[in-house]
Structure formats: C-alpha cells, structure tokens
C-alpha cells in the first residue's frame, strides 16, 4: 500500500525539541522528493521543507529557518524533520507529503499525503 | 516571495450549482498552480495540477484554468460530497506557497 505515516508529534515547552518521522511504504522512496507541509489549528496550509530526491537540496520556509532540519534515512524509508527552539506558533499538524512525479526538482505538487503529526508547544 | 491571494475564503451554493473560485498570484507563476481539496477531518487531496490537468480519479465536474496570475477553479455542478475547504498552491518557485483557502458549504 503507497502511504506515508507521520509520528512524533507531541506536547513540548517553548524552547525545546521534537523530531518527527515519517515512514514511507509502497513506493520508492529515494526516488521521490518529499516535503512536510503543516497546518495550524483551524488555519491554512502553509509549506515547511523540502528534500530533494537524490538527497542533495533542501529548502526551508523562512519561518523554521536555522531552527528545524529535514533529512532522511534511505535504508529505513523515513523522513525527518528535525524542530529546535520552537515557538507557540509551531503548534500544528505537520503532513509530509510527497510529490506526484518522481525523480522532479522542479514540479513540487503533492499526491500523497500522511495522516498527519500534532505539535502542540506550551507551558 | 510570491503571495497567493483566493477569493471569496467562503461561499453558499445549491447542490447543482456552478461554483467558481478564483486565485491570484503576486507575480507570473507560468501555470505552476496546484489545487486541493480538503475535507472536514481529511488530508488534502490533490484536485488539478499545471493548472489544468485533472489528478487521476478526481471527478469531471472540477475544472481549472489559467496563466500567469490569475487562476480559476471551477466545480461545474455542486455535490454535497464537495463541501470541503479548496486551496490553491503556488510551485513556480519556492517558497512553495498556499492561497488562504475558500470554505465551500451548501445551501
């Protein structure tokens, strides 16, 4: 079954740390980019990080820039998302999601999506 | 970074209306324009991509088009299973940005 499983997600302090995971099956996986999208609580969707497929590109939003790092381990199939010093406005449900076609760096739309990770970021 | 502005963020229509959502775009994104759909509860779901050209398996009855700018999502005959929050997505150039969003209910 082609799917992506996010996990990690969880209740921290302002200042601390999480690392998301995600794990992908189905497909192959160090044939597509994949990103992670998140979406706070009522509001929009807005776009995080990208890793491209051959490994040697991300990108970041301006808004998780030099505080959150996206890598991946080909072996396991998983993606991370590694997130420092967060803020409140952090809190969100944070998708990975994986571009339609493989092996692009140039179309990033997305076919698949995880269920999603809830961070919540409070004292 | 390009702002990707839609309109209206809701609307009411009857079951077999036309519905119509527009999205624009601060600069020219060519047609890298993605839409989704999202449903109370759900994932987003991919709907068209390069503006036009319909996902795999999504109904007939959605429609996109436009260049440039100024982009259209159209859902030709309203179904109940349509009520959903539409998004439209920018992938000219990253940052990969979201339009905020139009809620579509039934009347």
């Known amino acids: 079954q082609v799917q992506l499983v996010e996990s990690g997600g969880g209740v921290v302090q302002p200042g601390g740390s999480l690392r998301l995971s995600c794990v992908a099956s189905?497909?192959?996986?160090?044939?597509?980019?994949l990103h992670w999208v998140r979406q706070a609580p009522g509001k929009g969707l807005e776009w995080v990080a990208t890793?491209?497929?051959?490994?040697?590109?991300?990108y970041y939003a301006d808004s998780v820039k030099d505080r959150f790092t996206i890598s991946r381990d080909i072996s396991e199939k998983t993606l991370f998302l590694q997130m420092n010093n967060l803020r409140a406005d952090d809190a969100a449900v944070y998708y990975c999601?994986?571009?339609?076609?493989?092996?692009?760096?140039?179309?990033?739309?997305?076919?698949?999506w995880g269920q999603g990770t809830l961070v919540t970021v409070s004292s | 970074d390009i702002q990707m502005t839609q309109s209206p963020s809701s609307l009411s229509a009857s079951v077999g209306d036309r519905v119509t959502i527009t999205c624009r775009a601060s600069?020219?994104?060519?047609?890298?324009l993605a839409w989704y759909q999202q449903k109370p509860g759900e994932v987003p779901k991919l709907l068209i991509y390069?503006?036009?050209t319909l996902q795999s398996g999504v109904p007939s009855r959605f429609s996109g088009s436009g260049s440039g700018t100024d982009f259209t999502l159209t859902v030709s005959s309203l179904q109940p299973e349509d009520v959903a929050t539409y998004y439209c997505?920018?992938?000219?150039?990253?940052?990969?940005?979201f339009g905020g969003g139009t809620r579509v209910e039934i009347k």
């Open positions: 999601a994986r571009d339609l076609v493989a092996m692009t760096v140039v179309t990033h739309f997305f076919d698949l």
């Open positions: 189905g497909f192959t996986f160090r044939s597509y980019t």
């Open positions: 890793l491209w497929y051959d490994g040697s590109q991300t």
């Open positions: 600069q020219g994104i060519r047609n890298f």
């Open positions: 390069a503006a036009s």
């Open positions: 997505q920018n992938y000219n150039s990253v940052p990969l940005t």
